[in-house]
């Protein structure tokens, strides 16, 4: 059976606490404070949280909605691609979490939920959050870009992304591990993978000047060997969240199956023209949702707050 590359079913956290998290902005150089906009921050967010809802409902793609509980609270809740992920064969993860104000929103009743509402048979859990009590993490879907086709797991290595942590869920998965270095403007590693790399059924978005240039040409051999087209971004683009998209599966009446790329607004308007192009040949649907907010006080784009659901 042909292995999926893309979900048809994502797990969403509506937020009850949004805000600035001073713990994951020493890591995290995409997260901005905003004194003008953190009082309104978590009723704005909620109100992207919704249109970007709606909008993936409206492509067909099934949404389950989970409501945050307000105690304690949780700036980052929005981002549950960090602590789970649910994959083709039944396996549910669970990883650990570098900000100790992140760990509570590893709820299980969320995981029960979009289980029974999205109809995913847990047939065995990974669990990797003891790896916190010895400051170790992997943080999920950001930690790890995955080729589920051709089973390679790409990791930019980072405080919050660690190397034998990802030889571990490479080997526990059944997929080769291929990590590399990242800096950004300033010099620094960028925080999660999935910041300058998505990977779609038909297109690879890589940012490809933020990998160390030890790593580059590994990577990218890499990448263009999957047979897909590889479109590159620059620091800029990747800077407005242009590399944290994510390519989803519906089904259209017209198409059948069918794919859909989501990106932020930001991302959209950072792209050039050519790029787009190359992006719109690659898919069957762009969809760009406005998520201001979102990406300046949680430092977190659209992909980040999509945990894909893969119902075998």
């Given at each position: 059976?042909?292995?999926?590359?893309?979900?048809?079913?994502?797990?969403?956290v509506k937020?009850?606490?949004?805000?600035?998290?001073?713990?994951?902005?020493?890591?995290?150089?995409m997260?901005?404070?905003?004194?003008?906009?953190?009082?309104?921050?978590?009723e704005?967010?909620?109100?992207?949280?919704a249109t970007?809802?709606?909008?993936?409902?409206?492509?067909?793609?099934?949404v389950?909605?989970?409501?945050?509980?307000?105690?304690?609270a949780?700036?980052?809740?929005?981002?549950?691609?960090?602590?789970?992920?649910?994959?083709e064969?039944?396996?549910?993860v669970?990883?650990?979490?570098?900000?100790?104000?992140?760990?509570p929103?590893?709820?299980?009743?969320?995981?029960?939920?979009?289980?029974?509402?999205?109809?995913?048979?847990?047939?065995?859990t990974?669990?990797?959050?003891?790896?916190?009590?010895t400051?170790?993490?992997?943080?999920?879907?950001?930690?790890?870009?995955?080729?589920h086709?051709?089973?390679?797991?790409?990791?930019?290595?980072?405080?919050?992304?660690?190397?034998?942590?990802?030889?571990?869920?490479?080997g526990?998965?059944?997929?080769?591990?291929?990590?590399?270095?990242?800096?950004?403007?300033?010099?620094?590693?960028l925080?999660?993978?999935?910041?300058?790399?998505c990977?779609?059924?038909?297109?690879?978005?890589?940012?490809?000047?933020?990998?160390?240039?030890?790593d580059r040409?590994?990577?990218?051999?890499?990448?263009?060997?999957?047979?897909?087209?590889?479109?590159?971004?620059r620091?800029?683009?990747?800077?407005?969240?242009?590399?944290?998209?994510?390519?989803?599966?519906?089904?259209?009446?017209?198409?059948g199956?069918?794919?859909v790329?989501?990106?932020?607004?930001?991302a959209?308007?950072?792209?050039?023209v050519?790029?787009?192009?190359?992006?719109n040949a690659c898919?069957?649907?762009?969809?760009?949702?406005?998520?201001?907010t979102i990406?300046?006080?949680?430092?977190?784009?659209?992909r980040?707050?999509?945990?894909?659901?893969?119902?075998?």
């Amino acid at each position: 059976m042909p292995r999926q590359q893309c979900a048809g079913a994502v797990l969403m956290v509506k937020p009850a606490a949004f805000g600035y998290n001073p713990e994951t902005a020493a890591t995290n150089q995409m997260q901005k404070l905003s004194e003008e906009v953190e009082p309104l921050a978590n009723e704005h967010a909620r109100a992207e949280f919704a249109t970007l809802v709606r909008a993936l409902e409206s492509e067909g793609i099934a949404v389950c909605v989970m409501e945050d509980t307000p105690a304690p609270a949780k700036p980052d809740a929005v981002f549950p691609n960090n602590w789970v992920s649910f994959h083709e064969d039944g396996t549910l993860v669970l990883y650990p979490l570098q900000a100790p104000n992140r760990r509570p929103e590893r709820r299980p009743e969320a995981v029960a939920i979009a289980l029974e509402r999205l109809g995913f048979r847990a047939r065995r859990t990974l669990d990797l959050t003891h790896h916190e009590s010895t400051g170790r993490f992997l943080e999920g879907t950001g930690s790890l870009v995955l080729d589920h086709v051709n089973r390679v797991a790409y990791a930019a290595l980072s405080a919050r992304t660690h190397p034998a942590l990802v030889e571990e869920w490479a080997g526990a998965m059944g997929y080769e591990a291929l990590t590399f270095e990242t800096r950004d403007t300033s010099g620094k590693p960028l925080y999660h993978t999935n910041v300058l790399l998505c990977i779609g059924a038909r297109l690879i978005v890589v940012g490809t000047q933020s990998i160390a240039p030890g790593d580059r040409a590994r990577v990218l051999e890499r990448l263009k060997a999957s047979g897909r087209e590889v479109i590159e971004l620059r620091p800029s683009e990747v800077s407005r969240f242009a590399g944290n998209m994510l390519e989803l599966a519906t089904w259209d009446e017209a198409l059948g199956d069918s794919h859909v790329l989501v990106m932020s607004a930001g991302a959209r308007a950072a792209l050039s023209v050519d790029t787009f192009a190359r992006l719109n040949a690659c898919t069957d649907t762009t969809l760009a949702v406005p998520l201001p907010t979102i990406e300046l006080l949680g430092g977190g784009g659209v992909r980040c707050m999509l945990a894909e659901v893969f119902v075998a």
